[in-house]
């Protein structure tokens, strides 16, 4: 899959941190709205997709909704002795 957008209104702490990060293995990046939720933080789900390969590459906030804001991830390249895995 090559863009996993996920907008789910406050469930993205509790899908992301109950996944098996095999479960994503074939998303090459994904997009994740956050919501402000006590308890969590963006971290959080930041932490849950780099199990999963995936590192954020831009973070935006919105600033007229404090723990508001958009991630997106890319899935990492690895780089062996001049080949890409």
Same mark, same amino acid.
């Given at each position: =899959? @090559? ?5 789910? #209104?406050?469930? #993205?702490?509790?899908?992301? +941190? /109950?996944? @098996? ?9 994904? %997009? %994740? #709205?956050?919501? &402000?939720?006590?308890?969590? /933080?963006? !971290?959080? *789900?930041?932490?849950? *997709? @780099?199990? !999963?390969? *995936?590192?954020? %590459?831009?973070?935006?906030? %919105? &600033? !007229?909704? &404090?723990?508001? +804001?958009? =991630?997106?991830? #890319? ?5 062996? +002795?001049? !080949?890409?895995?």
């Amino acid at each position: =899959m @090559d863009l996993l957008k996920c907008d789910v #209104e406050g469930a #993205e702490y509790q899908i992301f +941190g /109950s996944t @098996d990060p095999r479960a994503l293995a074939g998303v090459n990046r994904a %997009v %994740v #709205e956050y919501h &402000p939720l006590e308890g969590h /933080s963006p !971290a959080e *789900l930041a932490a849950a *997709l @780099d199990r !999963a390969g *995936l590192r954020c %590459v831009h973070h935006q906030f %919105v &600033p !007229a909704c &404090p723990g508001l +804001g958009v =991630m997106w991830f #890319e899935r990492r390249v690895h780089r062996t +002795g001049g !080949a890409v895995r």
